[in-house]
């Protein structure tokens, strides 16, 4: 047995798999217990990342072992606020009074403030900043849906009643509307399921408490590359190509690019609810780390490009290092995706998101892993502030062409004929077209008084679900059903001023016209959920936030930096060489190395005219991955792997 990059070979080992002999050592131990172990850096974070990377949910040696964990609850920055104290969502008894007044449906709110026919275009950005928003909050959450019934036959796709899980949106003023029995009209509501409730039990005590209901986060919580690789073992097993034995990525067996570059696998579960071109072969919905990659076309695209940078480095370290095993080959390929994702968001979108300033403030410059610090997604940041981004989704796909053109043979599609169909990918053109328009195309702008797509608000198609969903109303009805506090709790939380009057919130929004629709709306400054709350105030200079997301954004991104372990910048992750050539990865590279476009802009996220902003492929900056070439040394050679143990882990023998 060899301990890859630090010289230390075992000879006639007691175990012959270090990874069950580490799993076995770790579960000796409870799940809360402190491990504190103490053994040679260079060990440490080899067995740390394969245990990690393996395993998934629990960082190694840590005091805090759910931190971060997939499959644990969204924390809470602030109290649950539920209408019963415990469970019931604001808006669930719809005649009950809050601050005086009546809560207005979700589905008004976002008719009368959120929805919006047309969007102009914002010229600073590209559509692809918007994109990696979507992917990478797929990379670090994704709150399941609960279909529990208690017992009860209830059907939520067919009742109009709020009855657990459902937790309908209301299209009528009238309650309970008049939905007839073949399920939810035109004029009754639409479908919601509630969230998944995280169990609760004191760790201590062992006993189950009666706490506020919590949802879960069933993605780890960490910046890692999980939307590449899983978030369990089943399904990074069933993702990657085993029987190779490269350390590579599965791709399809039925479909490849026109210049024979892979696809994604297929689901397994055929057939698969992705929708059809009715005149020719079926292409199922693709499979990735994230059960959603077959979303959105653009979002299909990136994970595509992950997936053949995946096997094109592994391919490289195996031809530098080809004494490695195919194990070796994929965790290093692994770890080196995973800081590609960190370093693209935390140098690169984060701060055209949040803006300098605000990244200064709540962000900061790196200063070291801190074990204090709980990395977990945080409520209000899955639920509402970084559902930002669905205010800037285009409602038209741009589809260009070699010369970023409109493409005669592709032409533009609007959003809703785009959802669920990868078979657009597969037939048409490849992710090229779409590449080229998502970098090539300027973003949406936000404004106060042109909020979200109407392709979004009134044509959203969602699997399973017959009839078109609002986007709005299903963020705003999602922070209801987690107990999210309002608008006013969450700027008093990031130090900002409580609005209390129609000029307070006119001079937030900037618009006076808005802040009195708002109010006239919701009648009470404390009743103002803090989705739309957010999403109206005035950007900051710089930023595609007001003050309060570019709040909860900041302070969310720190943690999830500083407390993470395995963040590329952390000492003894990686050494300096390599983090010197980590640094030169971009968006642009990756387009390059891995589709057949040849020209991109420096910067992808910035909007510009083709040819003037744009250089040759020839011109990007690229990673050497030489700085991961293996010198072999002698080894030193150990006789029994128990002295190997007791050696890392400082234990005597009996």
């Known amino acids: 047995m060899f301990f890859p990059l630090y010289g230390v070979k075992v000879e006639h080992a007691e ?23 103490h053994f040679p850096k260079e060990i440490e974070n080899y067995f740390a990342w394969q245990y990690f990377w393996t395993h998934f ?29 415990e469970s019931e969502p604001k808006g669930w008894n719809p005649e009950r009074l809050h601050n005086g007044f009546q809560l207005s449906p979700a589905r008004t709110v976002s008719r009368e403030i959120m929805t919006s026919a047309s969007k102009w275009k914002d010229d600073s950005y590209s559509q692809l900043l918007v994109d990696w928003g ?37 299209l009528s003023l009238l309650w309970p509307p008049n939905c007839g029995t073949n399920g939810p009209s035109i004029l009754g509501c639409m479908p919601f399921f509630r969230s998944t409730s995280d169990c609760f039990v004191n760790f201590q005590s062992g006993i189950r408490q009666a706490l ?86 653009p979002l299909t695209c990136l994970h595509t490009l992950w997936l053949r940078e995946h096997n094109r480095i592994a391919d490289a370290l195996k031809h530098i290092n080809g004494h490695w095993s195919p194990e070796m080959i994929y965790q290093e390929t692994r770890k080196i995706i995973g800081a590609l994702h960190q370093i693209i968001t935390l140098r690169d979108y984060v701060p055209k998101i949040i803006g300098p300033e605000s990244f200064k403030h709540y962000i900061g410059p790196y200063r070291g892993y801190d074990p204090s610090v709980d990395p977990s997604i945080a ?11 669905h205010a800037t989704i285009s409602p038209i796909l741009w589809r260009l062409n070699e010369s970023f053109q409109e493409d005669e043979r592709f032409p533009h599609l609007r959003l809703h004929n785009t959802l669920f169909s990868p078979w657009r990918i597969v037939k048409e053109g490849g992710i090229e077209p779409v590449l080229r328009g998502v970098i090539g195309s300027a973003a ?35 922070g209801r059903d987690h107990g999210l506090p309002g608008y006013n709790d969450w700027r008093e939380f990031c130090g900002l001023q409580r609005i209390k009057t129609l000029a307070d919130l006119s001079l937030v929004v900037g618009d006076s016209r808005v802040a009195k629709r708002i109010l ?23 930023s595609r936030t007001g003050p ?47 589709s057949d476009i040849a020209e991109v802009p420096l910067d992808p996220f910035r909007f510009g005219k083709y040819p003037s902003h744009f250089v040759s492929c020839d011109q990007i900056p690229s990673m050497n991955l030489e700085a991961w070439k293996e010198e072999m040394g002698e080894g030193q050679p150990v006789k029994n792997c128990l002295r190997i143990f007791c050696l890392l882990f400082k234990k005597s023998l009996p």
């Open 379 to 389: 409520n209000v940041f899955a639920t509402a502030a970084f559902r930002f981004g």
């Open 520 to 542: 006239d709306l919701y009648k009470h400054p404390d009743n103002i959920d803090v989705y739309p709350g957010g999403l109206v105030e005035r950007l900051l200079p710089g």
């Open 134 to 170: 979507q992917y990478i909050s797929h990379d670090i959450t994704l709150t399941p849906q609960s279909t529990s019934t208690d017992g009860s036959d209830v059907d939520c796709l067919k009742t109009c009643e709020n009855v657990h899980p459902c937790f309908p949106i209301q």
């Open 212 to 297: 506020q209901r919590q949802q879960l986060n069933a993605m780890t919580s960490f910046i890692d590359a999980s939307a590449v690789y899983g978030h369990n073992q089943k399904l990074e097993s069933f993702l990657r190509d085993l029987p190779g034995r490269n350390g590579k990525l599965a791709v399809n067996d039925q479909f490849k690019d026109p210049k024979g570059r892979p696809y994604l696998p297929f689901v397994t579960k055929l057939p698969s609810a992705c929708h059809q071109d009715l005149q020719g072969e079926r292409v199922e919905c693709f499979s990735a780390g994230d059960s959603r990659v077959s979303e959105g076309l």
């Open 15 to 37: 175990v012959t798999n270090m990874d069950f002999f580490f799993f076995f050592f770790l579960n000796g131990q409870k799940r809360g217990d402190s491990l504190l172990l």
């Open 57 to 85: 949910m629990f960082l190694f040696v840590r005091q805090n072992p759910r931190w971060g964990a997939a499959n644990t609850a969204l924390v809470r920055w602030l109290p649950a606020e539920y209408e019963d104290g």
């Open 444 to 478: 949406s702008a936000v404004s106060t008084d042109m909020l979200l797509a109407d392709e979004v608000t009134e044509r959203l198609v969602v699997l399973d679900t017959l009839k078109h969903m609002d986007l709005a109303a299903l963020n705003l009805q999602r």
């Open 548 to 594: 309060l997301f570019a709040c909860l954004i900041g302070r969310q991104m720190k943690v999830l930096r500083d407390g993470d372990r395995f963040w590329w910048e952390a000492d003894g992750v990686f050494t300096q060489q390599q983090k010197e050539e980590l640094l030169k990865f971009s968006l642009s590279h990756l387009i390059c190395e891995n």
